[in-house]
């Protein structure tokens, strides 16, 4: 059928339907729907478009010449071929790009080829490798196993041969021992003493080899042997040397440590201390393993300490006899002098030793003791026979402990030990001896003083010497304080607070008892501020004392005792009773004595006592001041009836010119026995309050009357009071 028969409208529907039926079963872009849309309406035109023949030829001749578009499954074949076409067109990049990849992949392929070949070649390579290898650590192996093996008999031939010395030197060592020429300050004497030991500890520490049992023994014969002659040089050496200093002693006088032939004692042991020494530090580095070498060693130190004591003995003897007749009447000087003397002594003693010896030894401190020991035999019975004052006493128990311990032996260490044995043995004893002085001075100088009437002539002994303080004090006051500050420089804290308790107080009794001979003799109010004075005196000094002045008095109290027995004697009917009530039985359970422990504190009890002579001195002062107005309160609240407006002002009459008569007189009192303001301020303080308190008081008496009547009295106000009062102070 033409084409032109069909029209557009007709022809657009049936590619419509035609190409949604094709959209079900295929998918098209909407570049491809409008390319068919456009082909159906080409195909379309009919005879109003006058196509020229020779394009109608060309389009099918770019096809198929013979092929004519009749219908419309030829249209369709040529879509498709022309759709197949543009496909191929466009798909040829890709499929250009597809070849290229395939032949690519074929030379992957090859090249994979050549490497799993070249693997399996390197496989089989490293197969031979590791067999080569184990073969050649095998063979390493067994050259390291080798050399191990020759190693070890070349350190096990080394070692026989080692040990074998040991034994082998047995002979050599015998040889030179037994030598008659051997000698002991020869180089080769050392190194042979030191062999012997290596040899000895050898044997000792192998008890497993054989024959090792009889070289010990044989080696031990050697050290035995060395020794004796190293010990038998070493005391040669040093009793030749003691004989010839003694010689060179021989005939002469006295010897004083510092004159030339004193020196000659330590100059000749000096000059052979080198040698001897060189061969004691062999011994002494020795003698805490091998107790034949501590035997060697202590012989040799008894040696020279005897030979020493031989020596130094008789002139240290002769040297604290002539210190003793030298300064028989001044001992201090004799203590500080012969201690000074051993203390060089000891000094030298100790150098000397050690310029022969390199170990310090008890044998040593018993010869710087037995050195020292001289001077106590002098010490001693001086301090008890002949020092008999406790000052004199505290004196040389202050050389002791500050010119002798403090200053010496505290600080020169080892050199002086054995001397600060006995300078503490000598302090102890002067202690004992000051504490039994001090107790007998206390009971004599201070407990049981008599005063003399100028001891007692308060207050114009005040006024009689006013330059010299400390004679103004009382004496038992100023030997107290004398005392006590002799004692704190020279005795401990437990002893100084033990005595000094004991002098306080006694010092404390006599100063009461010296304010009641003042009374008789001038006034209540003299012996208050005299009292008042002297303990602020004894509070004052004792401050600076760096102690506590506190002792712990242990007793036993017998009251239970007292009880006990006085039940006994009255229940005597049941001393043989069988039952609980036993008299006997109770008497013994109850009356056991009990132990009270009490805390003196001497501060305490002046600050005690000192409180108490102030409060009575204040009391006594302001009833001085105000009886009259106490009296005349006391008689009006016994009273029932009003006082009278006379008897008021007679009462501040009376009062305010006792006030102007007396105080300067107490303020002049207070003034001479205090001499200070600000004490006197304090002490005057509370005796003004009481005053105004008892003007208080008289005043609500007074207001209770007419006004007139208060004119007439004129009683002074409070403000009128204290500027009077202050003014007066």
């Known amino acids: 059928m033409p084409l032109q028969v069909i029209t557009n409208a007709a022809q657009s529907k049936l590619v419509r339907d035609r190409l949604t039926k094709w959209e079900a079963t295929t998918s098209l872009t909407l570049e491809q729907k409008d390319c068919v ?47 197949r076409d543009m496909e191929t067109d466009q798909e040829s990049a890709y499929r250009d790009y597809i070849n290229n990849l395939k032949e690519h992949h074929e030379r992957c392929s090859s090249v994979l080829n050549g490497i799993s070949a070249a693997l399996d070649h390197l496989k089989l390579l490293g197969d031979q490798y590791r067999t080569v290898s184990h073969t050649t650590e095998a063979l390493h192996d067994s050259c390291e196993m080798l050399m191990q093996d020759q190693q070890d008999l070349e350190q096990l031939g080394t070692s ?48 497993d080899y054989k024959e090792s049992a009889i070289y010990l023994a044989k080696y031990q014969q050697c050290l035995v042997r060395a020794l004796t002659l190293l010990r038998s040089y070493i005391v040669n050496v040093i009793r030749s040397t003691s004989a010839a200093a003694a010689t060179s002693l021989s005939g002469s006088k006295a010897l004083v440590p510092g004159d030339p032939v004193f020196a000659q004692l330590y100059s000749k042991f000096q000059s052979q201390g080198p040698r001897i020494k060189a061969l004691m530090e062999q011994i002494e580095d020795r003698s805490e393993k091998n107790p034949e070498y501590l035997q060697v060693m202590q012989d040799c130190y008894t040696c020279y300490c005897y030979q020493r004591q031989n020596i130094i003995l008789p002139v240290i003897s002769e040297e604290i006899e002539r210190l003793w007749k030298l300064h028989v009447n001044d001992h201090c000087t004799f203590i500080r002098t012969s201690c000074m003397a051993l203390i060089r002594i000891c000094e030298d003693e100790y150098a000397l030793y050690h310029c022969f010896f390199s170990k310090s030894d008890l044998i040593l401190q018993g010869l710087l003791e037995s050195l020292s020991g001289q001077l106590y035999d002098y010490f001693r019975p001086m301090i008890i026979q002949q020092v008999q004052r406790f000052d004199l006493l505290a004196d040389i128990c202050g050389v002791l402990k500050n010119d002798i311990f403090e200053d010496h032996v505290n600080t020169k260490g080892e050199c002086l030990e054995a001397f600060g ?92 008892a010296a304010t009641l001979s003042i009374v008789e003799n001038s006034s209540l109010l003299d012996s ?69 422990k009490k805390v003196l504190d001497s501060k305490k009890d002046v600050d005690v006592n000192l409180k108490e002579a102030c409060t009575d001195f204040i009391t006594t002062a302001a009833t001085m001041l105000s009886s009259p107005i106490h009296a005349f309160l006391a008689t009006v609240e016994a009273s029932s009836t009003p006082p009278t407006m006379e008897q008021c002002r007679n009462v501040v009459s009376e009062t305010t010119q006792r006030i102007a008569s007396k105080l300067p007189g107490i303020k002049k009192s207070m003034h001479l026995y205090l001499a200070n303001s600000d004490t006197e301020a304090i002490l005057f303080r509370p005796i003004r309050a009481q005053i105004l308190t008892q003007f208080a008081n008289l005043r609500k008496v007074i207001d209770k009357m007419e006004e007139e009547d208060r004119f007439i009295i004129n009683c002074p106000s409070p403000e009128q009071l204290t500027l009077t009062l202050a003014y007066n102070t």
């Open 160 to 207: 026989i041969s080692q040990q074998l010395i040991y034994f082998t030197e047995h002979d050599r060592i015998g040889t030179k021992l037994n030598s008659s020429a051997i000698n002991v300050m020869g180089e080769a004497f050392v190194p042979m003493l030191i062999k012997i030991d290596e040899c000895v500890e050898f044997m000792k520490g192998h008890p």
């Open 421 to 512: 044995h006995l300078a503490l043995q000598m302090l102890e004893d002067a202690q004992e001896r000051l504490s039994y002085r001090t107790q007998a001075y206390i009971q004599s100088d201070i407990t049981n003083f008599l005063p003399s009437a100028g001891d007692l002539a308060y207050p114009s002994k005040l006024s009689d010497d006013l330059s010299n303080q400390y004679a103004m004090w009382y004496p038992t006051v100023r030997r107290s304080l004398i005392c006590l500050s002799k004692l704190y420089r020279c005795t401990n804290r437990s002893v100084f607070e033990s005595l000094a308790q004991e002098c306080l107080a006694a010092c404390i009794d006599s100063l009461k």
């Open 528 to 596: 208050q501020l005299f009292l008042i004075k002297h303990l602020l005196i004894i509070r004052e000094q004792i401050a600076p004392f760096d102690v506590s002045f506190t002792v712990n008095e242990i007793a036993l109290d017998f009251t239970n005792l007292k009880i006990a027995a006085t039940g006994l004697i009255t229940n005597k009917n049941r001393l043989l009773s069988l039952s609980s009530n036993n008299a006997l039985l109770e008497f013994l359970f109850q009356g056991a004595p009990q132990l009270t």
């Open 37 to 83: 849309v456009d082909l159906a309406t080409w195909s379309s035109i009919d005879e109003e478009i006058d196509l020229p023949s020779s394009d109608l030829i060309s389009v099918n001749d770019t096809h198929d010449k013979s092929s004519v578009i009749n219908n419309a499954q030829q249209f369709y074949e040529w879509f498709h071929s022309v759709e």
